[in-house]
């Protein structure tokens, strides 16, 4: 009696175990799936580049400078701080443009009128290439606030307040990754 109840306790332990195998095996077959199926569908939001000796970052001129016909000096600076600019529009952003784009600020008190600005008329949005250009683009920019940025710099010299700061620019690999795809969705700049 005893040995049979035993033998059972022993086969209802391996099925246990050969159930939860497979069930871990489906898993983490659903879960491969599925990392597939989204990366898949991001595809053609991202930007198809390959040269290990440069950078690519995103940068915009925000619609104060387009306005103020600041294009020209500022795309000027960009190529004789050794830019190439790879990808460049015009474009007129929708409040929602706006709002998907500076989504990480949602909860920033200026948030809504950080995206009517940027939605208030044309922006000029591009992809630009240097060996380090995350970084020397942030500084060719100067600081958030043009009061506070270094002479010689962009928002010094044409942006004229905190928000209406003539210029965006990404600030890490991921930012300019996601921005890149925002904006040049499925570009290739090989
Ligand atoms: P950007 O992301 O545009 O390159 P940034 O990285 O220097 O600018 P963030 O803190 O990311 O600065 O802010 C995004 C944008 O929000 C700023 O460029 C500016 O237009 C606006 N902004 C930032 N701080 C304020 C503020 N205190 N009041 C109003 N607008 C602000
Ligand atoms: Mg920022």
Redesign the pocket.
């Known amino acids: 009696m005893r040995v049979a109840l035993l033998t059972r306790l022993i086969r209802t332990i391996a099925l246990d175990r050969a159930l939860a195998r497979v069930v871990r095996r489906d898993l983490s077959l659903c879960c491969a799936w599925f990392s597939h199926a989204v990366l898949l569908l991001r595809l053609p939001f991202t930007v198809a580049y390959d040269r290990p000796d440069m950078e690519l970052t995103f940068a915009i001129i925000k619609p104060d400078a387009v306005k103020a016909r600041f294009t020209g000096p500022i795309i000027q600076r960009i190529e004789e701080a050794g830019f190439q600019i790879r990808a460049m529009r015009l474009r007129q952003l929708t409040q929602k443009d706006a709002e998907g784009f500076?989504a990480v600020?949602k909860e920033r008190p200026?948030f809504a009128?950080?995206t009517t600005f940027m939605s208030s008329g044309p922006v000029v949005v591009l992809a630009l290439e240097a060996p380090d250009a995350i970084k020397t683009w942030r500084a060719l920019?100067g600081a958030?606030d043009p009061a506070k940025a270094e002479p010689g710099t962009l928002r010094k010299e044409f942006g004229a307040s905190?928000?209406n700061?003539a210029t965006?620019?990404s600030?890490a690999p991921e930012t300019a990754a996601f921005e890149l795809g925002y904006f040049f969705p499925g570009i290739e700049l090989r």
């Open positions: 500076y600020h200026f009128s950080l920019m958030t905190i928000e700061n965006h620019g600030d």
